[in-house]
């Protein structure tokens, strides 16, 4: 956020004069053309790093051009190491704030026309380079009259026309998604569309975002290690947002944070507390923290950008995560799940074996530890067991949560890859359970914590605990054997989906045989129909192939 850009860089979905049909068929073009690059160099085998390197810069620059809605998807996935390979990280990370900017006479015209002045009449001194640009805005640097140094922050023109645009043209598909793909429908898509959009929508109102800053500073008053700008509502409107000037480091430049000596650890810490604090305590919480919103000072203290995607945390779901995250701390297996199964996350089944199986195995495992992917050998089995049964599920006002963490994560382990998520919220917890605390909800903080304390310093003998397990499990019926190979049933699945395929595959062969014989009879009516169910069967064939290959991938890495 705090480097400059090069010269400025046209966006077609700024100039463009779109309808929804042709939106839409830019967008499903974009679709079909990745996911059919993925499929041939699947089929060629071709996964060299210099492939995916370069699907990687077709797909930044697809997602550049498609607008903001698409370059927010991207952002997300950019700190997402563990789920995506490197070389799409690498070009990911470029929209965090290397999207180009508009030109400076766009910025002027704007901060002239809402503000209802000249530039030079409002501000001492006025950047005309931009500090930096984002897919919503971009940032100006400025000095008032009274000498204080800010930031002035100008929104896209033409943002709220493609929001609208999008906004039509991804419900369309969700409804496809849904109507033609039975799996998408536990997955309430809809309801996480709605969100999304509703953020997004709040994202481009610069008066919301002013509002959420003050509240978020607040919420940190007399926390010294946090920094939050100022906001001068003197020079704000909708669309143009006036902040202090906090310089600093890119929360996620090792190498920048080394050369200034700053403490990584310390850092990670300060992170995830205050994410715990915002989630826990104040229950409102920043659901966006991507690297470019975040950013540290030279004396070490987080500085918070960006308060446009802020979503508050309802009392209900906030007393479920206190009570998962204290049983977390306390490997409390039966409480972890069953507070998973109240709120949503995973759908109950008359057998939770396999599920509570994991859980205890995460909480046994990777509790004080790194997470070691190849240690998922040992219950590759329940694994299995657990994606077929599909018990888990994410309910929409659980979505911004779990984005939330997952990408303060990626954050954390670019600092770190041997960081740990419960080590390092260690000093959050002693805090709350030395301090006082008022309020039903700080106090019940409070005595969770000092549970968790009082239970590391006074641990049952392990032969007492083992035996009561046990039998707690043959009481609820959970110690059974299962004799049956899942192995063998893996193998099943593929042959039965390799049979459909090739169904699919004779059909649509038979199908365009017949239609090419009748294009040359007086029957051309009959063909056009063949051809149309050709067409039909080779979208089953397709989706079939599809599903054999992730199969496929997934038995191999239960196998690995």
């Given at each position: 956020?705090?480097?400059?850009?090069?010269?400025?860089?046209?966006?077609?979905?700024?100039?463009?004069?779109?309808s929804?049909?042709?939106r839409q068929?830019?967008?499903s073009l974009?679709?079909?053309q990745?996911?059919?690059f993925?499929?041939?160099d699947?089929?060629?085998?071709?996964n060299?790093i210099?492939q995916?390197?370069?699907?990687a810069?077709w797909l930044v620059?697809n997602?550049?051009?498609?607008?903001?809605?698409?370059i927010?998807?991207?952002?997300?996935?950019s700190?997402r190491?563990?789920?995506?390979?490197?070389?799409?990280?690498?070009?990911?990370?470029?929209?965090?704030d290397?999207?180009?900017p508009?030109s400076?006479?766009?910025?002027?015209?704007?901060i002239?026309k809402e503000?209802?002045?000249?530039v030079?009449?409002?501000?001492d001194?006025?950047?005309t380079?931009?500090?930096?640009?984002?897919?919503?805005?971009q940032?100006?640097?400025?000095?008032?009259?009274?000498?204080?140094?800010v930031?002035v922050k100008?929104q896209?023109p033409?943002?709220?026309?493609?929001?609208?645009?999008?906004f039509?043209?991804?419900?369309?598909l969700?409804?496809?998604?849904t109507?033609?793909?039975?799996?998408f429908?536990?997955?309430?898509?809809e309801a996480?569309?709605e969100e999304?959009?509703e953020?997004?929508?709040?994202?481009?109102?610069?008066i919301?975002?002013?509002?959420?800053?003050?509240r978020?500073?607040?919420?940190?008053?007399?926390?010294?290690?946090?920094?939050v700008?100022?906001?001068?509502?003197?020079y704000?409107?909708?669309?143009?947002?006036t902040?202090?000037y906090?310089?600093?480091?890119?929360?996620?430049d090792?190498a920048?944070?080394?050369a200034n000596?700053?403490?990584?650890?310390?850092?990670?810490q300060l992170?995830?507390?205050s994410?715990l604090?915002?989630?826990?305590?104040?229950?409102?919480?920043?659901?966006?923290?991507?690297p470019g919103?975040?950013a540290?000072?030279?004396?070490g203290?987080?500085?918070?950008?960006?308060?446009?995607?802020m979503?508050?945390?309802?009392?209900f779901a906030k007393?479920?995560?206190?009570e998962?995250?204290?049983?977390v701390?306390?490997?409390?297996?039966?409480?972890?799940?069953?507070n998973?199964?109240?709120?949503?996350l995973?759908e109950?089944?008359n057998?939770?074996?396999?599920?509570?199986?994991?859980?205890?195995f995460?909480?046994?495992?990777f509790?004080?530890?790194?997470v070691?992917?190849r240690?998922?050998?040992?219950i590759?089995?329940?694994?299995y067991?657990?994606?077929?049964?599909?018990p888990?599920r994410?309910?929409?006002?659980?979505?911004?949560?779990l984005?939330s963490?997952t990408?303060?994560?990626g954050?954390?382990?670019?600092l770190?890859?041997q960081y740990?998520?419960?080590?390092?919220?260690?000093?959050?917890v002693k805090?709350?359970?030395?301090?006082g605390?008022?309020?039903?909800?700080?106090t019940?903080?409070?005595?969770?914590a000092k549970?968790?304390?009082?239970?590391?310093?006074?641990?049952?003998?392990?032969?007492?605990?083992?035996?009561?397990?046990?039998e707690e499990?043959?009481?609820r019926g959970?110690?059974?054997?299962r004799?049956?190979?899942?192995?063998?049933e893996?193998?099943l699945k593929r042959?039965?989906?390799?049979i459909?395929?090739?169904?699919y595959?004779c059909?649509?062969g038979?199908?365009?045989?017949?239609?090419?014989?009748?294009?040359?009879?007086?029957?051309?009516?009959?063909?056009?129909?063949c051809?149309?169910?050709?067409?039909?069967f080779?979208?089953f064939?397709f989706k079939?192939?599809?599903s054999?290959i992730l199969?496929?991938?997934v038995d191999?890495?239960?196998?690995?």
């Amino acid at each position: 956020m705090l480097t400059k850009r090069g010269s400025s860089k046209s966006l077609r979905w700024q100039h463009s004069r779109y309808s929804a049909l042709g939106r839409q068929w830019e967008v499903s073009l974009f679709t079909f053309q990745f996911l059919l690059f993925l499929l041939w160099d699947k089929l060629l085998k071709n996964n060299s790093i210099k492939q995916r390197q370069k699907r990687a810069r077709w797909l930044v620059r697809n997602l550049l051009q498609l607008g903001p809605t698409f370059i927010k998807i991207g952002q997300s996935l950019s700190t997402r190491a563990d789920l995506i390979p490197l070389e799409y990280i690498q070009e990911l990370s470029q929209l965090q704030d290397n999207v180009p900017p508009f030109s400076t006479e766009e910025a002027v015209i704007m901060i002239e026309k809402e503000l209802g002045q000249p530039v030079y009449d409002l501000f001492d001194s006025f950047e005309t380079e931009p500090l930096a640009s984002a897919s919503l805005g971009q940032v100006h640097r400025a000095k008032l009259y009274s000498g204080k140094e800010v930031v002035v922050k100008v929104q896209r023109p033409g943002l709220e026309k493609i929001f609208n645009l999008d906004f039509e043209v991804v419900h369309r598909l969700i409804r496809i998604l849904t109507r033609f793909f039975v799996s998408f429908k536990k997955y309430n898509l809809e309801a996480i569309y709605e969100e999304f959009f509703e953020l997004l929508f709040q994202e481009i109102d610069y008066i919301h975002e002013g509002k959420n800053a003050e509240r978020f500073r607040d919420n940190f008053r007399g926390y010294s290690q946090i920094k939050v700008p100022k906001i001068y509502w003197k020079y704000s409107t909708k669309k143009i947002l006036t902040l202090e000037y906090l310089p600093g480091i890119k929360v996620d430049d090792r190498a920048a944070l080394e050369a200034n000596n700053v403490n990584l650890d310390r850092i990670i810490q300060l992170g995830i507390c205050s994410y715990l604090k915002q989630l826990l305590i104040d229950g409102f919480f920043q659901s966006d923290p991507h690297p470019g919103n975040m950013a540290v000072s030279q004396r070490g203290e987080l500085i918070f950008y960006d308060f446009g995607t802020m979503a508050e945390v309802k009392t209900f779901a906030k007393d479920q995560m206190i009570e998962v995250f204290f049983a977390v701390l306390k490997k409390d297996t039966d409480k972890v799940v069953n507070n998973l199964v109240y709120m949503g996350l995973i759908e109950p089944l008359n057998d939770m074996t396999p599920v509570k199986r994991i859980v205890s195995f995460l909480l046994d495992n990777f509790r004080d530890k790194p997470v070691d992917v190849r240690a998922f050998e040992q219950i590759s089995d329940e694994v299995y067991v657990m994606f077929k049964n599909q018990p888990f599920r994410l309910p929409p006002q659980m979505t911004f949560i779990l984005k939330s963490l997952t990408t303060l994560d990626g954050i954390a382990r670019a600092l770190d890859p041997q960081y740990n998520l419960l080590a390092a919220s260690q000093p959050f917890v002693k805090n709350l359970a030395l301090s006082g605390g008022r309020g039903s909800l700080v106090t019940a903080i409070v005595k969770q914590a000092k549970g968790v304390i009082k239970d590391t310093f006074s641990q049952t003998n392990t032969s007492q605990v083992f035996l009561r397990g046990l039998e707690e499990r043959i009481d609820r019926g959970e110690l059974q054997f299962r004799i049956r190979s899942l192995e063998s049933e893996r193998a099943l699945k593929r042959i039965n989906l390799g049979i459909k395929s090739l169904i699919y595959a004779c059909l649509t062969g038979f199908i365009l045989l017949s239609a090419s014989i009748l294009m040359t009879t007086i029957y051309i009516k009959f063909a056009l129909i063949c051809f149309g169910f050709a067409g039909l069967f080779s979208l089953f064939l397709f989706k079939s192939l599809l599903s054999l290959i992730l199969q496929e991938k997934v038995d191999r890495l239960l196998e690995k």
